[in-house]
């Protein structure tokens, strides 16, 4: 378990680095969600994710007990996080990514000086090499989500809900691996319990849903949902029991939902918002909470989207 304390110490950690992002409102949505939505701007935080939180608590932790070099396995925005805090700090990173990324991620990482190498498809062939890397060079291999480090990161987050809107009600949250929804567990159920936080997953991807219903972690075949932040085959060692403990429910939406509401925020509100943080609001468009008159908070987690990617969407 991550306390809150351990919350407020990655928040003074990171100040200098991470954004306190906007929430703002729409009064469309809200009316056409039968509640009263807000959104939690974290397409708009810096390298476009939330995933800076975790990444600067973790790397500048190692990087005061003395790691020259650390590595990750992700071309997405884990990766483009790593690369930046480590390149704000001054040491050197090496990210694993997969041989078919698109060019697009790829140059987000080099643009923060990170040094890449290629490896297999999956993240299976990824995740060893990476952490061989660092072994091979002393140096740390930084996890996406299933750190104390990374967890509290995220979970800052949380403190920022709790003072930016005192009135919240409910707090809807995507689910990968669990870093982020453990983080914002940690930071609000033990101060303000009431307050109800429900879990989204792809309908294809619900690897979490499936464990909690069985008790333990479960697996799931590699899915190829649009919400590509979501993607994890099984939650965490340390998030599960997080999420086990306080959750208050998990619901999924299809990928024609997921694509419905990210287009409708863009003509809406004209926010760029990637298909993973468009499932929070298809959940509630799509009423899959099951409450009215609420003041609900949509985690918008990320922004990472390329133009070419959403033509195709549109075009489907
Ligand atoms: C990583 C990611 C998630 C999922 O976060 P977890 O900590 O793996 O649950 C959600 N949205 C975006 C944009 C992400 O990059």
Redesign the pocket.
């Given at each position: 378990m991550i306390t809150v304390q351990k919350i407020f110490e990655a928040r003074d950690q990171i100040k200098d680095i991470v954004k306190e992002t906007p929430i703002f409102q729409s009064t469309l949505l809200s009316d056409l969600a039968g509640n009263k939505l807000f959104f939690k701007a974290e397409h708009l935080q810096r390298t476009g994710?939330?995933?800076i939180r975790g990444a600067t608590n973790k790397v500048m932790h190692v990087a005061k007990n003395g790691a020259t070099f650390v590595t990750a396995a992700s071309s997405?925005?884990?990766g483009q996080a790593v690369a930046y805090i480590s390149n704000k700090v001054g040491i050197k990173a090496t990210i694993v990514v997969p041989e078919d990324a698109i060019s697009s991620k790829i140059k987000a990482i080099q643009a923060y000086h990170g040094s890449i190498e290629t490896c297999g498809t999956t993240s299976a062939e990824r995740l060893p090499r990476a952490k061989q890397l660092a072994n091979e060079n002393e140096g740390v291999f930084i996890p996406?989500?299933d750190d104390p480090y990374i967890i509290a990161g995220?979970g800052t987050i949380g403190l920022e809900i709790l003072e930016q809107l005192d009135s919240v009600d409910v707090i809807v949250v995507?689910?990968?691996?669990?870093?982020?929804?453990s983080g914002i567990l940690s930071a609000i159920k033990e101060v303000k319990p009431s307050i109800q936080i429900i879990g989204v997953e792809p309908e294809t991807a619900n690897d979490t849903l499936l464990s909690l219903k069985k008790g333990e972690i479960v697996a799931i075949q590699q899915t190829k949902t649009i919400?590509d932040?979501?993607r994890?085959s099984q939650p965490g060692s340390f998030?599960f029991p997080i999420v086990q403990k306080y959750i208050d429910d998990i619901v999924t939406v299809s990928e024609q939902e997921i694509q419905d509401a990210l287009f409708l925020m863009l003509e809406r509100t004209k926010q760029i918002i990637?298909p993973?943080?468009a499932t929070t609001v298809a959940a509630v468009l799509n009423d899959k909470l099951n409450v009215r008159d609420k003041n609900i908070v949509c985690v918008l987690?990320?922004g990472?989207v390329d133009v070419r990617t959403l033509s195709s969407f549109f075009n489907r």
């Open positions: 994710s939330f995933k997405g925005n884990h996406p989500y995220q995507p689910i990968g691996g669990g870093g982020l929804i919400a932040g979501l994890t998030t990637e993973s943080s987690s990320g990472n």
